[in-house]
Structure formats: structure tokens, C-alpha cells
């Protein structure tokens, strides 16, 4: 069975920092792109940034020089660290992995940015 555990999130205030972990189990992890994705109260979800099994990275541009998105293949860990965060940046981060059959989610976890 597998289960994408996210972890980290919490309130910070505008400027703060903050360090996202999610712990896959149950995939062959090296083998899966993982990805973080987002979404605001009343918004779509939104893809946040990638990362390949070779370590090849991609962020959406409201994020790119603040976030970086990095990958532990023998803990099985993806992680998020994000930088001089944004109240706009409020939102449920999502973990994702998925390769050519398959799919997986994170139950995700709460990132609110306020003073």
C-alpha cells in the first residue's frame, strides 16, 4: 500500500521560513518524479515544483528564487524548503509522486503566512 505522509507546514509570519517533508512508502521512490502542489481556499490547485529521479528540477514562476525542492532517495523523503514566504503563499501543500501508470497524493498540510 502506498502513503505519501506530508509534514512541516504551520503558521509563519511574511519573510519566515518554513521546511516541508513528505515521506513516501510502498513505491520503488527513485523511479517516481515527486512533486509539491497547492491549493488556496477557493482556487485551484496549482502545481508548485518537480523533481525528477535524476534530480532535474522545475518551479512555477511565483515561487522560483524563494522555494527549492530537493529529494533524499535513501530516506525516501521529498522535501520543500521555502524562503522569505508570502501571505499569498497561504494554502494545503500536496505532495505528489507519479511515473508513466501511476499516481499517488499526500493528504497534505496547512501553510498559512500572517503576521
Known amino acids: 500500500q502506498v502513503h505519501l505522509v506530508e509534514s512541516g507546514g504551520g503558521l509563519v509570519q511574511p519573510g519566515g521560513s518554513l521546511r516541508l517533508s513528505c515521506a513516501a512508502s510502498g513505491i520503488i521512490f527513485k523511479t517516481y518524479h515527486m512533486a509539491w502542489y497547492r491549493q488556496a481556499p477557493g482556487k485551484q490547485r496549482e502545481l508548485v515544483a518537480t523533481?525528477?529521479?535524476?534530480?532535474?528540477?522545475n518551479y512555477a514562476d511565483s515561487v522560483k528564487g524563494r522555494f527549492t525542492i530537493s529529494r533524499d532517495n535513501a530516506k525516501n523523503t521529498v522535501y520543500l524548503q521555502m524562503n522569505s514566504l508570502k501571505p499569498e503563499d497561504t494554502a494545503v501543500y500536496y505532495c505528489?509522486?507519479?511515473?508513466?501508470?501511476?499516481?499517488?497524493w499526500g493528504q497534505g498540510t496547512q501553510v498559512t503566512v500572517s503576521s
Open positions: 505528489n509522486a507519479n511515473e508513466l501508470r501511476y499516481e499517488y
Open positions: 523533481i525528477g529521479g535524476d534530480g532535474s528540477t
